[in-house]
């Protein structure tokens, strides 16, 4: 049988170091997927899986108290991603720079054989995503991320993002709002 | 329903949050309304295109390696943090930062009594007072001692009990209040 989250959270605290592995083998795709969409490259994605570990690792003497640990590790790993952010701001955002685009490696949407030309199309199709997702504050890029992106509710969001929920239907309207500005052509 | 109480429930509609009575009002409304409907439809839209998945896969080796990596940074660097069971596991008496430090407020405590004791008896304030220095470098290099590891470390019940202890005696805050306050040297940052 699958331990659960909790349970696993519960020998994790107690200082078993497998009941860590397996929570790591658990959330490292999501928070990679995450990471990946707001910071929109490989490297930084990676960064953002290793250092949210590594954080979940030093506080693990506070997990007594979580009590949702989907949300403490995604707000870590959405606070470091916020972080980097702001630190690659002027330093020429990799993001925004098409040409860093990793072009060997398998793109999920043309999974299936697509000629050359789809592929260029839905490379295409992300980039203008990305350069819209772009364009928003964090914290509105972020809450349309989790809600529309990755499927989370809006209380998840609010947790996540420790806010009140009102703030998370606030900044998703608003990110919504200008995203279907941005996107009309591709929403017609 | 109007246009206003539409658009105020544009986007609850769209996130499916109604309840079955506003659900029916809302599509009453647009039947009958053009700008709601496309207002309504470029959400739905926008919903789907962001769907779209944009994260390429990485190498596949990469979460073994990523697994790997976390597990150097975090477990195998602090090990002998986490307490098996087994007598070996425990650290020798002076190998535990904790000894050190309980050691180390000893020293000083004893240097500070003797400064105080000497003080009243027959010598000069200038001695007391450079005895007391001393003991406050004493009781520093132990805080520091505390706080430079105290992230990495899992006091043990009785770990505490005997910090606890060891601090109850230095007596009420003042020069040294900050020592007395348990939770900033077990706290995480
Ligand atoms: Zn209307």
């Known amino acids: 049988m699958t331990e659960t989250i909790p349970e696993l959270v519960k020998r994790f605290t107690e200082g078993d170091s497998d009941?860590?592995?397996?929570?790591?083998?658990?959330?490292?795709?999501?928070?990679?997927?995450?990471?990946?969409?707001?910071?929109?490259?490989?490297?930084?994605?990676?960064?953002?899986?290793?250092?949210?570990?590594?954080?979940?690792?030093?506080?693990?003497?506070?997990?007594?108290?979580?009590t949702n640990f989907t949300s403490f590790v995604i707000r870590i790993a959405t606070n470091y991603s916020i972080d980097l952010v702001r630190k690659r701001r002027g330093h020429n955002q990799v993001s925004s720079d098409p040409t860093l685009m990793p072009g060997d490696v398998q793109v999920e949407l043309s999974k299936n054989v697509s000629t050359p030309r789809e592929d260029f199309e839905n490379k295409r199709l992300m980039e203008e995503i990305r350069r819209a997702l772009d364009t928003l504050p964090p914290r509105q890029k972020i809450t349309a991320l989790l809600h529309d992106v990755e499927g989370y509710s809006k209380p998840e969001i609010a947790e996540i993002l420790e806010c009140p929920e009102a703030t998370v239907r606030s900044n998703l309207h608003i990110a919504r709002t200008k995203l279907k500005k941005i996107l009309k052509k591709r929403l017609s | 329903m109007t246009c206003r109480t539409f658009?105020?429930?544009?986007e609850s509609f769209a996130d499916n949050e109604l309840d079955p009575s506003q659900v029916a009002?809302?599509?009453?409304?647009?039947?009958?309304?053009?700008?709601?409907?496309?207002?309504?439809?470029?959400?739905?839209?926008?919903?789907?295109?962001?769907s779209t998945p944009t994260v390429p896969d990485p190498d596949p080796g990469y979460w073994d390696e990523v697994t790997d990596l976390i597990l150097a940074r975090s477990v195998r660097s602090t090990s002998e943090y986490f307490r098996e069971p087994g007598p070996a596991a425990r650290p020798g008496l002076f190998d535990s930062s904790l000894t050190r430090a309980t050691l180390s407020v000893a020293a000083s405590l004893a240097i500070l009594f003797m400064a105080l004791?000497?003080?009243e008896t027959h010598e000069s304030q200038a001695d007391r007072i450079a005895m007391t220095e001393q003991a406050m470098i004493e009781t520093s290099s132990m805080v520091a001692l505390i706080n430079s590891d105290s992230e990495e470390t899992m006091w043990t019940p009785e770990d505490q009990q005997r910090l606890t202890g060891c601090l109850t005696i230095m007596g009420p805050p003042g020069m040294m209040g900050r020592l007395t306050d348990l939770s900033d040297l077990t706290g995480v940052e």
Do not use: M, P
């Open chain 1, 19 to 66: 009941a860590f592995a397996e929570l790591v083998s658990r959330y490292q795709k999501k928070i990679y997927h995450l990471a990946y969409q707001i910071l929109g490259n490989h490297l930084d994605a990676d960064e953002v899986v290793q250092e949210s570990f590594v954080r979940v690792y030093r506080k693990r003497k506070d997990l007594a108290r979580v």
């Open chain 2, 7 to 10: 658009q105020s429930l544009l």
């Open chain 2, 25 to 50: 009002q809302a599509r009453e409304h647009l039947k009958s309304c053009d700008i709601c409907r496309e207002e309504y439809t470029s959400t739905l839209a926008l919903k789907q295109l962001l």
């Open chain 2, 117 to 119: 004791f000497l003080g």
